[in-house]
């Protein structure tokens, strides 16, 4: 059962590995989940669920496998649960005010003989069927009757019953499917872009340096520091948003999110599908607050790095003429814009998220990439990678 | 060994199970959640209650994961070295220990934090690997293998800045810390604050659960901007009437500042506010 258990979780994409099952089944020869379901529960997930996205999908495989257990007849299981009712049962009973609850039912005896008694009604009850741990665990006490004022067995501490909802719930299905996911990928690819430069404040202790200079000092001590060593790549990112990149938003947002925390210099804007005159910052006032393009070229040094990342779909007029963008007169064709750009930032690459088998059937395609001198790469973790090879030349 | 929460720390049942199984498997135990839902006080309360020392190492983005073994002071021994210090001649001198070789030696079993992980470089965890797996290291300057006696009882915090590799992941046991619901956290709350009336409990929880209902918010208030709060209620000595938004003048509960931690969320929540009280208006 837990083979297939393990098996299924692979199969639902959970990444589990060997090393994870043989530390559950350690988990289990040393006790930690001591015959309960619900600790079973808790204690595979906290060893085979790694990310809280991956949460939800446990849930449904935990879900679906519990359901094959109920099926199974109750013989072994059914001998190991009324201990566990009784004890459990005990544990509530010895708190100082249900003791004296107890005292007004006729004492401690006269309760656990008619627990006993109940317990055993209900495996008869259930030996035919089959709904064992599902419902049995808890709830029985209250659907019998034996729920006299004090003693709230299965009420509000209603543990198993709530247990077996705990997965059922699937609580943790809104975390599934963060920007985050696999940005760490595209970190790695851009690492490529680090160019350490020692810039600043002299902090680190330079070894070599005061070792040689030491020695020079006939023994005399001459400590030499140095900066610390700092990616100084400067990115200049620009978007192409709204219209056909909808379909391609994810993977822009991956991209944003793992190039903002890796580089220090990082600005970006947004434009609609080609570059004009203007650009925004904040696409809900894109608008009312705008940054010229001849700014921006003023705005931001030659050794910035000018990625641009759009899908280049568009109608080959809205690149070749002025007047040709489809939201505003534009005095000068979008050509004249992205040549200046091109003019003035020696590394500039161009990311298209379009597939990069298809691009020939697009002439705006071509179009920008002979603008961008064939440097148009595919979005994707190679094209990433040979695009930062590029911009790192 | 086995930890059953403490009474000053609710654990639920889910973190109960993974918290002992860290401790009985001797994993890493690796701690997710939203900021302010008790990761780091965990590790604290679980070496309270198993009366264990604890060692924190608090991780920024220019931690090493070497400084977490030892670091060779060369600039004491350099200047030793000018003084004439005898201790110049032994290298072990200017070895400092590091966290995970304090963690390592401890006489007792140590629960070891290693807090906020996700601040530093993205190779830190990678370098770990083998020293969180095998809990030894190689010293180089003086060729000996430090190796824990005991294995001691990781918990590693993460606010999900940047994703972890899977090769650390698999050795680790992970937990996610959900935000708790009203009635864990009058639970939570009591635990603190045994002496809380009743009523204003009531009236600040729904104030509270009504503010993390806001849609939009940049940071969602959590338990520890609920207890801060709550803190500042009971000093201010409040009454429950003055946090009944319905009926009272102002549009933001009072002492707001503990809650919303930045301008534009007070602003959001303001401009709520006003318009749920026009549409009561009419």
């Known amino acids: 059962m837990f083979v297939n258990f393990f098996l299924e979780l692979r199969q639902a994409k959970v990444p589990v590995s060997i090393k994870e099952y043989l530390a559950l089944m350690e988990g289990m020869d040393k006790g930690v989940s001591d015959y309960s379901v619900d600790d079973f529960y808790y204690l595979s997930r906290a060893i085979l669920v790694k990310d809280e996205r991956n949460l939800d999908k446990f849930d449904k495989v935990f879900g679906h496998i519990f359901k094959g257990l109920e099926a199974v007849p109750g013989d072994g299981v059914a001998a ?9 049962l005990a544990e509530k009973l010895l708190t100082e005010e249900e003791k004296a609850q107890i005292e007004a039912l006729g004492g401690w005896e006269k309760l656990m003989e008619t627990l006993k008694k109940r317990l055993e009604e209900q495996q008869k009850r259930h030996q035919g069927g089959s709904k064992w741990i599902g419902t ?26 709530r247990a077996v909802k705990v997965w059922d719930k699937r609580e943790y299905k809104n975390l599934d499917d963060t920007v985050e996911i696999g940005t760490r990928n595209i970190k790695i690819a851009l690492r490529r872009l680090r160019k350490f430069a020692r810039e600043g404040a002299e902090v680190e202790l330079d070894m070599p340096d005061t070792i040689r200079s ?8 001459d400590i030499k520091m140095v900066p610390e060593r700092r990616n100084k790549v400067k990115l200049l990112i620009l978007f192409d948003i709204g219209g056909s990149m909808d379909a391609h938003i994810r993977v822009c ?87 200046r750009v091109a003019d003035t930032y020696r590394s500039m690459v161009w990311l298209n998220p379009v597939p990069e088998r298809h691009w020939s059937y697009t002439p705006s395609i071509q179009l920008l990439q002979q603008l961008s001198s064939n440097r148009m790469f595919p979005l994707t973790l190679g094209g990433l990678d040979s695009a930062m090879k590029e911009l790192n030349k | 060994m086995k930890f059953t929460g403490t009474d000053s720390y609710v654990a639920s049942d889910d973190l109960r199970v993974a918290v002992n199984a860290a401790i009985a498997l001797q994993r890493p135990l690796l701690i997710k959640g939203e900021p302010g839902t008790g990761k780091t006080v965990l590790a604290h309360e679980v070496a309270k209650a198993l009366k264990a020392p604890i060692i924190e190492w608090h991780i920024k983005s220019t931690t090493k994961a070497q400084q977490g073994l030892y670091e060779y002071d060369a600039v004491s021994r350099l200047r030793d070295s000018q003084l004439g210090d005898e201790r110049v001649k032994d290298i072990a001198n200017y070895i400092k220990k590091g966290k995970l070789w304090e963690g390592f030696t401890s006489t007792e079993r140590p629960v070891l934090l290693i807090d906020e992980i996700d601040k530093a470089d993205i190779e830190f965890p990678n370098d770990l690997l083998l020293e969180l797996d095998r809990m030894e290291f190689y010293v180089y300057e003086t060729q000996q293998v430090i190796k824990a006696e005991q294995r001691p009882i990781v918990m590693i915090t993460s606010n999900n800045e940047k994703e972890l590799p899977d090769a650390f992941l698999r050795r680790c046991f992970f937990h996610y810390i959900r935000f708790p619901d009203r009635e864990t956290m009058t639970q939570i709350v009591d635990v603190h604050f045994p002496d809380l009336q009743r009523n204003l409990l009531r009236e600040a929880l729904n104030v509270f659960y009504d503010i993390r209902e806001v849609p939009g918010l940049k940071k969602k208030p959590s338990t520890s901007e609920l207890l801060d709060w709550l803190k500042l209620l009971m000093v201010e000595d409040m009454s429950p009437d003055a946090l009944r938004s319905k009926d009272s003048k102002q549009l933001i509960p009072p002492l707001h500042g503990a809650l919303l931690k930045n301008e534009q969320d007070v602003h959001l929540f303001e401009r709520l506010a006003f318009m749920a009280r026009r549409e009561q208006r009419q």
């Open chain 1, 214 to 221: 030491t020695a020079r000092n006939a023994g005399y001590l």
């Open chain 1, 253 to 339: 947002e991956e991209l944003f999110s793992a190039a903002r925390s890796e580089f220090k210099h990082l600005e970006f804007f947004y434009f609609h599908n080609c570059l004009y005159e203007k650009l925004w910052k904040d696409n809900r006032r894109r608008h009312v607050d705008t940054f010229s393009t001849a700014q921006l070229l003023h705005t931001y040094p030659a050794d910035y790095k000018v990625l641009f990342v759009g899908d280049a779909s568009m109608s080959p007029y809205e690149i070749a003429y002025p007047g040709g963008s489809v939201e505003h007169w534009n005095e000068e064709s979008g050509q004249t814009w992205i040549q």
């Open chain 1, 136 to 161: 049995a665990g808890t709830s029985p006490f209250g659907a019998h009757g034996f729920n006299p004022e004090g003693v709230r067995i299965g009420q509000d501490k209603n543990r198993e019953g």
């Open chain 1, 80 to 88: 190991e649960i009324p201990e566990e009712w009784l004890r459990k």
